[in-house]
């Protein structure tokens, strides 16, 4: 097999705290092949922005680091290369959307400007060029009257379609990787779906491989066919979609599952009891601790879960969870 | 146009709040004991009750408060603010003669305070911990603290007594002769101090500000979706961050229109400079009424056009301010 497009390995994110330091992503590893869909999900609070954060190069300046791990794309090593190079990559080869629709964009320019900006700055396009390819990229993600709507300002628009203006920034130069954090958890629920019905499209006329961050797990089955659950900083279960929806290996999962009863009718009849996970995500400053953070709130806790950090458990040829008794489960 | 008609309104506003201050002013110089005919009647060195209710007929000061009034404020809207009668100098002359040093003063005063205050705003928002933050902080303190007159005697000591490098008083040196440059460089050398002793407030104020919104726009999100496209850090800097970051100084730097009475008299005062600060000063001491009422209706118009200004420039900055939406 070819090497992945993104493999990122042993990945150890640090938060410089007021009480100390916290690993707010703690050894994580995981591959994105050229084209695939990749799914993140977590409770909030679980380091999946960071995760983002940490690939795209856009830590908190000062208080987060990548302390160890390596993420390697297409060849080449981000976490030691030039300002300059990463530069050259973000916005280009690997692009992001943010969970923010309604604060991501500049209040003052225009959304053609900002659009056209980006295509000004790794495609060497003219005014001119960049100018009308906003539109066209306008047109693309469904703007109405997008000659019109160029020179609107952000504060003319809806969220729904700043989301779609961040979208059509994000894709601009065609990017390998599309990196989208929770694109619509800010947005109505109606929105919500056509927003992800245009990633599908767009995905599908690309080709770009995309780190789709929710925690909507309706969106998960509908849009990736890997999914990576994170928890406490940490990867708790991941493999393809349908065989972890299908037989879940990590107690947190089996909790994720049964919150949303859809997915469950859709992959088998039977229904379950629609429950949550008693409980929260403990505080960053326990991330480290040498021991199965979901203890807390595991029905299968038992005294190893509480001494050792588990290790990854693998079933089948790709599905791997991090749990003590994941046999069991 | 939306733009265009929202400014109109702004002027519109502008001359009913100039006809406010109108009637105020005058309101209170009526209140105020004291009038034009015991004035003239001092400076005769006394009058009896005979010539001074000629003086008041003459004057029309006998007739009601309305009339009065009325009469006052049409003279006003022909430019007319009656005549001085201690400098014995039509008002509207008089200060148009001082107006403009007073307007280089607090322009310069301004403008160089807005420029250095962003440009220290900006340095001190990347590094908190650098140079000139502890500049600005400092800065501030001194700002605040310290009142004016005394920054401005200590420059006075300092630059023009001990180190003789710039003039003692004035705007320029009438002995001196020469060409347009000549008299140029005169004028910029009898500005350094008093510029710099009103600009120091307005810079502490305007680099303090400029810090903390620089701050807070460097870590807002559409600075990382900058960040994230791969914008060079001076696109990200100047031309994402410090746009957001002008509009909280330009409404500061509007308020403080207000100081080109307060402010100048006193600073005007230390440097003898010739402008509307030195002459109200006087003319209150003097009780000088129509002196006195011009100078307020002349604030009054400078505060609004000023506020105006304002308005434009951040039409320029934030397409929010105005508008449609
Ligand atoms: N700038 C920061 N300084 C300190 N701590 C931070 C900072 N940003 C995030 N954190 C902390 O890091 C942890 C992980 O945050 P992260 O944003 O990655 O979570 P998430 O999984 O994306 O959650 P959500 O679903 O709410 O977006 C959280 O506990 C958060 O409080
Ligand atoms: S390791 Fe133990 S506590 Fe953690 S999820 Fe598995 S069973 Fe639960
Ligand atoms: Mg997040």
């Not at chain 1, 991330?287 to 005294?303: E, H, I, P, T, W």
């Not at chain 2, 007739?63 to 603010?81: A, E, N, T, W």
């Not at chain 2, 008093?194 to 400029?210: E, K, M």
């Not at chain 2, 999100?221 to 909280?248: C, F, I, M, Q, W």
Request: with cysteine; hydrophobic share 45%; charged share 20%.
């Amino acid at each position: 097999m070819s090497e992945p497009l993104l493999k990122v390995q042993n990945l150890r994110i640090e938060l410089s705290l007021r009480d100390g330091i916290a690993p707010v992503i703690d050894d994580l590893s995981f591959e994105l092949g050229a084209g695939e869909s990749i799914s993140f999900v977590g409770e909030s609070g679980c380091g999946k922005s960071m995760t983002a954060l940490g690939i795209m190069g856009l830590l908190p300046e000062k208080v987060g680091r990548i302390a160890s791990g390596t993420i390697t794309f297409d060849g080449e090593e981000l976490t030691t290369v030039t300002q300059k190079r990463l530069r050259a990559i973000r916005g280009n080869e690997i692009s992001m959307i943010f969970q923010e629709p309604m604060t991501s964009l500049n209040p003052v320019y225009t959304v053609g400007e900002q659009i056209a900006e980006v295509l000004r700055a790794h495609q060497g396009l003219s005014k001119a060029a960049a100018w009308n390819n906003a539109i066209e990229l306008l047109d693309a993600v469904r703007i109405p009257n997008a000659k019109r709507r160029v020179s609107d300002y952000p504060f003319q628009m809806s969220g729904g379609q700043r989301q779609r203006v961040m979208i059509a920034i994000a894709l601009a130069c065609e990017p390998k990787i599309l990196i989208a954090d929770e694109p619509t958890t800010a947005l109505d629920v109606t929105v919500q779906a056509e927003i992800f019905d245009l990633l599908n499209e767009l995905k599908r006329q690309t080709g770009t491989a995309i780190i789709m961050i929710t925690h909507d797990m309706g969106a998960v089955a509908e849009m990736a066919e890997r999914m990576i659950v994170m928890y406490a900083g940490r990867n708790a279960e991941q493999g393809p979609v349908e065989q972890i929806i299908d037989h879940p290996r990590h107690p947190y999962t089996k909790g994720l599952i049964s919150c949303v009863p859809h997915i469950m009718a859709t992959l088998n009849d039977e229904r379950h009891e629609l429950t949550e996970i008693a409980g929260i995500v403990p505080p960053l400053r326990e991330f480290g601790k040498d021991r199965c953070l979901f203890a807390s709130r595991c029905n299968m806790v038992s005294q190893q879960c509480l001494d050792k950090r588990p290790p990854e458990a693998i079933f089948g040829d790709s599905q791997r969870s991090a749990c003590w008794h994941a046999e069991a489960v | 146009m939306a733009t265009l008609q929202s400014l109109l309104m702004r002027i519109v506003y502008a001359v009913i709040l100039l006809m406010a201050v109108l009637v105020l002013n005058f309101s209170m110089m009526h209140l105020a004991p004291g009038d034009v005919a015991d004035t003239i009647s001092q400076s005769m060195g006394g009058a009896d009750q005979e010539i001074l209710d000629q003086i008041r007929a003459d004057y029309g000061l006998d007739q009601p408060f309305l009339v009065q009034l009325g009469s006052y404020m049409g003279k006003v809207l022909r430019f007319d603010l009656g005549y001085s009668f201690f400098y014995n100098t039509p008002v509207t002359q008089l200060i148009l003669q001082r107006l403009p040093a007073t307007l280089l003063l607090v322009f310069t005063a301004q403008i160089l305070a807005l420029f250095i205050g962003v440009i220290l705003g900006v340095i001190s928002a990347r590094k908190p911990n650098g140079i000139a933050s502890h500049f600005v902080t400092i800065l501030a303190l001194f700002g605040y603290s310290a009142p004016v007159f005394w920054t401005g005697i200590l420059l006075l000591i300092g630059f023009s007594l001990n180190i003789q490098l710039f003039p003692v008083a004035g705007m320029r040196d009438v002995t001196i002769e020469g060409g347009f440059w000549v008299h140029f460089v005169d004028i910029v050398r009898h500005l350094v101090l008093p510029v710099i002793t009103l600009g120091s407030i307005f810079l502490a104020l305007y680099s303090r500000l400029a810090r903390a919104t620089m701050m807070e726009v460097l870590g807002s999100d559409y600075v990382r979706t900058a960040k994230a496209k791969g914008l060079s850090e001076r696109e990200v800097v100047y031309k994402h961050a410090l746009k957001n970051s002008l509009s909280p100084v330009i409404t500061l730097a509007g308020l403080q229109f207000s100081a080109v009475i307060s402010g100048a008299v006193l600073v005007e005062a230390v440097f003898s400079w010739p402008g509307l600060g030195t002459l109200a000063f006087q003319s209150i001491i003097a009780r000088d009424t129509p002196t006195i009422l011009g100078i307020l209706f002349f604030s009054a118009l400078v505060v609004i056009i000023g506020n105006l200004l304002t308005d434009i420039a951040l039409r320029f900055v934030d397409p929010r301010v105005g508008g449609k939406g």
